[in-house]
């Protein structure tokens, strides 16, 4: 059985950081593509940061781009967003998502998705 799931997640001051984490288990993490998506209240899920399965290959949203970083630990199946610079704009629900490929997960072709880690960001 697949298990993703979330942590890191909490409030925060408009500047401050977090670093969000995302394991995942019953699966072989090597073999798979990771992003983190987000979805604010009343707006569509987003494209955050993916990263490719041996992290030769990294995207960012062009909001988020020189503030946040995607990072992965294939031997501790294990995925990672440090977010620094942080705006109210910022504040969602944070998802972590496997997928077969880099293109897959650039197209939202997702097969597992975690439960989702709250941040909320304060002016």
């Known amino acids: 059985q697949v298990q993703v799931v979330e942590s890191g997640g909490g409030a925060v001051q408009a500047g401050g950081s977090l670093r969000l984490s995302c394991t995942a288990s019953g699966l072989t993490f090597r073999a798979y593509a990771m992003g983190w998506f987000r979805q604010a209240p009343g707006k569509e899920r987003e494209r955050v940061s993916c990263i490719s399965e041996r992290a030769d290959s990294i995207d960012y949203a062009g909001s988020v781009k020189g503030r946040f970083t995607i990072s992965r630990d294939n031997a501790k199946n294990t995925l990672y967003l440090q977010m620094n610079s942080l705006s109210p704009e910022d504040t969602a629900m944070y998802y972590c998502?496997?997928?077969?490929?880099?293109?897959?997960?650039?197209?939202?072709?997702?097969?597992?998705w975690g439960q989702g880690t709250q941040v909320t960001v304060s002016s």
């Open positions: 998502a496997a997928a077969p490929t880099f293109s897959n997960i650039l197209n939202l072709a997702v097969q597992y």
